[in-house]
């Protein structure tokens, strides 16, 4: 089975603060996504990541940054956090073929006051 | 831009019913997928729909792909409570295309 690990079940950082969410797949995966869930509007696609250095904006990235220098970990980064981006923060990977479902992280949950 | 739409967005039903949740999109695409998350869980993988007249069933629930009608129906067949859930319709923008695009969710609650 197919595991991925988010560092944090829950983070509570100030505004202004840099944060970083870690996630991590076990399966090889070349591709790797970021999501946030917020009720209502689903699940929002922030970066995604397609092999290792790689990396491309999704649609909403303003006020995010990505970093991926190993296979298996891609990081978020908030530069400055703002109490807007208090969400549900979910990753995801996916085999390189084209139909292969998203396996999903178990979402770090941010607050940020 | 591709946009995913649902509904109903909150179904509450009685065990024992048969319903449908409807799965909307805005361009063409050929892979459909359904997910489905429990309360404060992560999201799991119910089925991956990849042509027209795709139809997939797990147990009480049955998927099915009209690419020419742009929707998808997931249905659920005499339901019962294990199924309270949210569940979601996500579709890939175009052949080799990576990133999936999310309905809203639907919000469904058996109740016994």
């Known amino acids: 089975d197919v595991k991925v690990t988010q560092s944090s079940r829950y983070l509570v950082k100030r505004t202004g603060e840099k944060v970083f969410l870690e996630c991590v797949q076990d399966m090889d995966h070349e591709n790797m996504f970021w999501y946030r869930q917020d009720p209502g509007l689903g699940l929002r696609l922030i970066y995604f990541s397609y092999d290792v250095k790689m990396k491309e904006k999704g649609d909403i990235p303003e006020g995010y940054s990505v970093s991926r220098e190993k296979k298996e970990r891609f990081s978020l980064i908030l530069e400055s956090a703002s109490t807007n981006q208090t969400s549900m923060y979910l990753c995801?990977?996916?085999?390189?073929?084209?139909?292969?479902?998203?396996?999903f992280g178990n979402g770090t949950r941010l607050t940020v006051t | 831009e591709l946009k995913v739409e649902q509904n109903p967005l909150f179904l509450s039903m009685q065990e024992g019913k048969n319903y449908t949740i409807y799965c909307n999109y805005s361009?063409?695409?050929?892979?459909l997928y359904w997910y489905r998350q429990d309360p404060g869980k992560s999201l799991e993988s119910l089925f991956v729909?990849?042509?027209?007249?795709a139809v997939k069933q797990e147990g009480r629930l049955m998927a099915s792909l009209d690419t020419k009608a742009r929707l998808s129906t997931l249905h659920i067949t005499a339901a019962v409570h294990d199924l309270s859930a949210t569940y979601f319709c996500?579709?890939?923008?175009?052949?080799?295309?990576?990133?999936?695009?999310f309905g809203q969710g639907t919000r469904l609650t058996i109740n016994p």
């Open positions: 996500a579709v890939t923008p175009i052949r080799g295309a990576q990133k999936l695009v």
């Open positions: 361009t063409t695409s050929d892979r």
């Open positions: 995801a990977s996916r085999a390189g073929t084209g139909s292969s479902p998203l396996h």
């Open positions: 729909l990849l042509s027209n007249g």
